[in-house]
C-alpha cells in the first residue's frame, strides 16, 4: 500500500477551515456528529456503481495532520495563532464505517458514515469526496468495460490522457474494477498491480525499418513481446514483418506473445490479421486492440466477431469519459444525538436524516433484489417504500439481509486497511455476478430497487428515542410547523371508518398552506389483518373493546390498509408543499394513534426529533379524528414540548361530544384548540 510522506492537511477546500475555526472559536470542535458520504445518480446511463478508493483514503485520515509549513500559509491567509495551535498537533480521531472497496452501490445508499467531533469530520470533506468519487468513477468505468470483455484481457493505458497525478488513482481503480494491468508503471509499484506494455511507433520509426524494429525489440523482450503492426501499413507490411520475426524467435526458441492493432477497422483487421496468423501456424499468438476503446466499442467489436484477445483502454477509463465526475455528497445526518435533515425545493434534493445502515436482499435463487435504508442498530425492515414516490412500495424476505457498511476503526488511532486491489477486484466479481444481468446491461437497464425503511415517502422519517434529544446550541427553537394528521381516504365520506364531513377539512387545508413554512404530515399505516381491526377477532364488531397485548383496545372496521386506496391520502390535497410524512399504525400487534410514536407508545416515528431538529417550537394541527388520532397528536406534542394549537376549522371528530372532551384536556395541558389567526 502507497505510503504518503506529505501531511494532508491542506487536502481541503477553505470553507471547510473557515468553518471549523468557528466551530473551534464556539466550543464546538468536540460536539457529536456524524456525515453521510452517498451519490444521487449513476454514472454512464448505468444501472449500478462500483465503491472504491476506501483504503487509499483510510491511509490519508490516518496521515491527516499540518505541517509547520502548512500552518504558516494558513496564518499568512488570516487564520487566527490560537486556532493554528489547535491544529499543530490535530490529528484525525473519527470512527469511519463504509461499504467495503469492490461493493456494488445504488443512489441516496450511504458508502461511508465518520462519526467524530463536528470539526474533525467537516475537515476531511473534502478529502473523502476527491477520493472516493473519482476512484468509484473509474472502477465503475472498468467494470463495465469488464462485462463487455467477458474473460478477455484489459489493461489500462490511460495515464498519458489522465489529469495529472490523478492518473495514478484511476490506474489503481481501474484494477479494482476488473482491468488486469496498467501501463502506468508508478501506479504498479504503488499498489502492486502487474505492469503491462508494448512498443509505441517512434519504436519503429526510429529504425531503419519495420522488421528490424520487430527484430530488435523482440529480440530483447522475447516471449513478453508484442508488436505494433500499424505504423505503415498493417496488413501488408505489418503482418508479414511480424510473422518473419515471429518465426525466427520459434526458431531460437523464444517465441513471441502477439500483436498490436492501434488504428483502423479494428474488427476488419483483427479477422484478417488472425486468419494471417493462423494460416502460417501461430494460432497461439495474441490479438491485442486499442485506440479509444470503452465498453461500448468493445461490445460492438465482439458483436462483429472480431477475434481479439485483449482490449487496451486509455482515456475513457482513465478520466470516466463521458461523465468526468461523479455526483457524491458529503452531508450532516446527526449532530449531539439529533437527527439532521436538508430541506430543498427538489425533492430528490432532500437529505435522509439520522445514523443509517444500508442492508441487501436476495432473491429465491440468491441474486440481489433490493436494497433497504433504515436506522443503524434497527433490525432490516419487512418492507421498503420509494424515497420519492408516495405509495411505491414492496415486501421483501429480512432473513436474506446482509448489512453493507462495516465498521473501519479510527485510522488516526492505528487502524489501517487490511484488503489491496487484488481482493477489492475480487469482490467485484463476485457481487456483480449476484446482480441480475437486466442492472448490468449498458442499454435502459432495469432500475435497481433502493428503499427506505417503513417509514415516509418524503423524505425520510427521523431517528433517535424520546428524551435524547439536546438543543444545539444558539439554535432558537421558533418556527411554527403545520402538522396535517390522518387526512386519507378512509377517514372521508364513504370510507371505512368515516369522519362526518370529513371532506370539508381539504379545502381549509389547502388554503392554510400558505401560511406555514414548514409542513409535515402523519399517515395511518396498518399491515393487513391488524390486531385492532375487528376482522382479526371472530365473534367481536367494530367499536368494541378488548383487552390486547396488555392494552384497552377499541376494534375498528379494516381501514388505511397499507398501499390501498383507503390509505391513500385526500384527493385533492395538496403535498407538494409536505416537506416529510410521518407513518404510524404499522406493528400488527396493537394499534397508535399519536403521530409521534408507532407500536402503543413503544417506539418513536421521529417526528419529534425532526420538528426539533428543524427550529420548529410551536406546532398547529389539522386533520381527521381529531377526539382520536389529532387528540393523542397533540397530547403529545405538549409532552415533548411543543407549543400546540389545534386549528377548529381544519379538523372534524368521530364524535363531537368526545371533541369537546378533547377541548378541555388540551387546555389543561396548556394546549388550545381555535382559528387561524
Known sequence: MERHEAPYGLHADRYELAMAWSYWKDGRADEPAVFDTFFRKLPFGGGFAVAAGLPVLLEALADFRFSEDQLAFLERDGFGSDFLDY??????????????????????????RLSGGLLECQLVETLVLNTLNFQSLVATKAARCREAAGDRGLSEFG??????????????????????????????????????????????????????AFRRFAALHGASTVLLLDTYDTLRSGLPNALEVAAEQRE???????????????????????????????????????????????????????PIDLFGVGTAVAVGRPDAALDGVYKLAEIDGRPCLKLSENVEKITLPGRKQVSRYRDGDGRFLADAIHLAGEPPPDRIWHPHEAGKN??????????????????????????????????????????????????????????????????????????????????????????????????????????????????????????????????DWHPAGHASFASSHPGKAPFERIELDGLDQTLWPDHCVQGSSGAAFAPGLDLNPVAAIFRKGMDPRVDSYSGFYDNGRRHTTGLADWLRGMGV??????????????????????????????????????SAEDFAAVRQSLAERGGSVRAPE
Request: with cysteine; glycine share 10%.
Open 87 to 112: 491544529l499543530r498537533t490535530f490529528r484525525f480521531g473519527a470512527e469511519v464505517e463504509a461499504v467495503p472497496e469492490g461493493e456494488v452501490v445504488f443512489p441516496l445508499e450511504p458508502i461511508l
Open 159 to 212: 495515464l498519458r490522457r489522465a489529469q495529472g497525478a490523478g492518473g495514478h488513482a484511476a490506474s489503481r481503480a481501474a484494477c479494482v474494477g476488473g482491468f488486469d494491468s496498467t501501463s502506468n508503471m508508478a501506479a504498479a509499484h504503488a499498489y502492486g498491480l502487474r505492469a503491462a506494455g508494448t512498443m509505441a511507433h517512434s519504436f519503429v520509426q526510429s529504425c531503419d525499418s519495420e522488421r528490424e
Open 252 to 306: 531460437a526458441g523464444a517465441g513471441i506473445l502477439g500483436v498490436r492493432l492501434d488504428s483502423g477497422d479494428l474488427a476488419y483487421l483483427a479477422k484478417e490479421v488472425r486468419k494471417g496468423l493462423d494460416e502460417a501456424g501461430f494460432p497461439e499468438l495474441k490479438i491485442v486492440a486499442s485506440n479509444q476503446l470503452d465498453e461500448q466499442v468493445i461490445q460492438s467489436l465482439l458483436l462483429q466477431g472480431a
Open 394 to 523: 414492496r415486501s421483501l424476505d429480512p432473513s436474506t439481509a446482509e448489512p453493507l457498511l462495516r465498521s473501519y476503526g479510527r485510522p488516526g488511532q492505528g487502524s489501517r486497511p487490511e484488503e489491496g486491489v487484488e481482493e477489492a477486484a475480487a469482490r467485484v466479481r463476485e457481487r456483480l455476478a449476484d446482480l441480475p444481468p437486466e442492472h448490468r446491461r449498458f442499454e435502459n437497464p432495469h432500475v435497481y430497487k433502493v428503499g427506505l425503511e417503513s417509514g415516509p415517502p418524503r423524505p425520510a422519517r427521523g431517528a433517535g428515542r424520546p428524551g435524547t434529544h439536546r438543543t444545539p446550541r444558539n439554535c432558537p427553537m421558533n418556527r411554527t410547523a403545520l402538522l396535517l394528521v390522518d387526512i386519507q381516504n378512509d377517514f372521508l365520506p364513504g370510507g371505512a371508518l368515516a369522519v362526518p364531513e370529513g371532506d370539508a377539512v381539504v379545502p381549509v387545508v389547502n388554503r392554510l398552506l400558505s401560511r406555514y413554512s414548514l409542513v409535515a404530515a402523519t399517515q
Open 617 to 654: 417550537g410551536e406546532v398547529h394541527l389539522a386533520g381527521l379524528a381529531a377526539d382520536i388520532c389529532v387528540a393523542d397528536t397533540a397530547r403529545d406534542a405538549l409532552e415533548e414540548g411543543f407549543r400546540t394549537v389545534v386549528l377548529e376549522p381544519a379538523v372534524r371528530a368521530l
